[in-house]
């Protein structure tokens, strides 16, 4: 669906400088710096050459001691990239259910047969792409394994664990402690590729299937104990007595850390559902936990330079990050949801232009320090404030992932939002697109992640809704999942403005500030 760009702004479409770029032919090999060599006007009359090349060049981001362990299947959060030729450096050899979940919702479609996710995977032979994607599955959940036989304390969930052994463990600020947001936004990856592999005609995909369906049976036994403090109250990170103890042991305790609560609509409902569906909690409880949630979800207006009103959901940043739960969760199966959902899309990228700035904003590592190749630091609060709750931002640098959510409601202006930012110096690497830029050009990210990759390479493949949909019917969860998502959106979203508004297109460039592009990436 490409939805009419905004009239009322009278923006013409940005052309690239080269006027017959000679790309490569789908399923060919693209030249690393292939951004500039589209325009706009190519991609908007058929994206799927461009999303061809994003998906072979984001694919080299996926090998060992990058992204990942190839010995034990685990994610890392990502790696550094050297400031001239943009080679890897450092890993991070760190990561958390998060990264893990964008991994397996990424094999969940290999495994289901998306030739785009093979393209991913393996461009130079598709055929195998499932198995790949079958066999880490396969490392992932031993891993999983052990680590719950020597931390049972953690009830089946994850910490931030280090990963560059065979066995994980959590990071030293992690000892003792777990988030819920993480481990909702895994366990739905994880029932996602369940599905695929249970349905796949192949017994060792079934079999496989059984086995993680165990490792997920054993979080609906915990998860109450573990995040659930009663009366509606999740906790956001749980501090645990002793990680050592089984969770039934009479010396363990659990309880909120400080005063943090998961009470968001946003991402870390996820995990609100999987304590609402298989938590056994009581009627009772299950009701409060929306009754609890419920002065989060709240209707606001964007209005700004000559463009609205849109009606949105309050964002917390508004950041991009927070529409995670879309890529997940059938959500857009309630036709309320999706029209607000695009409203927010619709404001994402007029804001942006409105703005004059040549991206969008997502929670993001900021610019690396070129003299020491360390990342300056994580920026949290980039999105947009006149519709947030947190209106103190920073709004200086731009990230190639905040079109996810663009992508999953009209790929085509989502890829020119991307092509915008990729367009800039260095943002693209011999791993795919880079980290985060600027917006004045000066400075970039020489780091490549699972977050600021990853939810776009899912994104483009539709996300694991489907997946999630069918196996919701099949647990028979779905029509309650419908009928409480639309009664607590319907309760608040009365009257939705701004629908006769388009989508946005990029009106300026990242400027040219002295950056080189990386010398292995020509």
Request: aromatic share 12%; hydrophobic share 40%; glycine share 8%.
């Amino acid at each position: 669906m490409l939805l009419r760009i905004l009239p009322a702004l009278s923006f013409a479409l940005i052309v690239g400088a080269v006027p017959n770029p000679q790309q490569a032919k789908p399923g060919g090999q693209p030249k690393c710096r292939f951004s500039p060599s589209y325009t706009q006007a190519q991609i908007l009359k058929d994206p799927n050459p461009f999303i061809s090349d994003v998906l072979y060049w984001e694919g080299k981001f996926h090998q060992n001691n990058v992204s990942y362990n190839s010995y034990n299947g685990m994610s890392y959060d990502g790696t550094l990239l050297d400031e001239t030729t943009g080679l890897a450096t450092a890993k991070h050899p760190f990561s958390a259910a998060s990264k893990e979940a964008l991994q397996i919702m990424l094999y969940a479609h290999a495994m289901a047969g998306s030739p785009q996710a093979a393209r991913f995977l393996l461009p130079d032979n598709t055929g195998a792409a499932p198995d790949m994607a079958m066999n880490i599955m396969t490392l992932k959940l031993k891993t999983y394994l052990r680590f719950n036989e020597t931390y049972p304390g953690f009830g089946g969930f994850l910490p931030w664990f280090t990963g560059d052994s065979m066995d994980i463990q959590p990071t030293w600020d992690w000892v003792n402690r777990v988030p819920a947001l993480d481990n909702g936004e895994l366990i739905w990856a994880v029932y996602s590729a369940i599905q695929a592999m249970e349905t796949s005609s192949n017994r060792k995909y079934q079999n496989l299937a059984r086995q993680w369906q165990a490792w997920l049976d054993y979080t609906k036994l915990t998860a109450a104990k573990v995040f659930y403090a009663g009366n509606g109250v999740v906790c956001a990170v749980t501090d645990i007595g002793d990680q050592s103890f089984p969770i039934n042991d009479p010396r363990q305790t659990y309880k909120c850390e400080g005063s943090g609560t998961l009470n968001d609509p946003y991402e870390g409902e996820l995990f609100t559902w999987w304590l609402y569906f298989v938590g056994g909690l009581s009627k009772k409880d299950k009701d409060v936990l929306w009754k609890f949630k419920r002065p989060q979800l709240v209707s606001v207006e964007y209005k700004m330079g000559g463009v609205g009103p849109i009606t949105v959901q309050k964002g917390f940043w508004f950041s991009a990050h927070e529409q995670w739960k879309v890529m997940e969760m059938p959500y857009y199966d309630v036709d309320l949801v999706k029209r607000l959902f695009t409203n927010a899309e619709r404001a994402r990228t007029c804001n942006s232009v409105v703005t004059k700035v040549p991206g969008m904003f997502a929670s993001v590592n900021n610019s690396t320090d070129p003299t020491t190749g360390q990342i300056i630091g994580y920026i949290s609060n980039a999105g947009i404030p006149s519709i947030a709750n947190q209106t103190v931002q920073e709004l200086d640098v731009i990230t190639p992932y905040s079109v996810f959510p663009v992508v999953l409601i009209d790929n085509a202006v989502g890829m020119v939002w991307w092509k915008n930012m990729a367009d800039g110096k260095k943002m693209q690497n011999p791993y795919g697109s880079s980290e985060s830029t600027r917006v004045d050009g000066t400075a970039m990210s020489s780091f490549v992640s699972w977050d600021s990759k990853i939810t776009t390479v899912n994104a483009i493949l539709g996300g694991v809704s489907d997946l999630v949909r069918q196996k919701m019917k099949t647990d028979g969860i779905y029509n309650e999942f419908i009928s409480v998502t639309q009664r607590e959106y319907g309760a608040v979203f009365k009257n939705v403005k701004g629908e006769n508004i388009g989508l946005c297109l990029p009106s300026k460039k990242v400027p040219d500030r002295g950056l080189v592009d990386y010398t292995q990436c020509q």
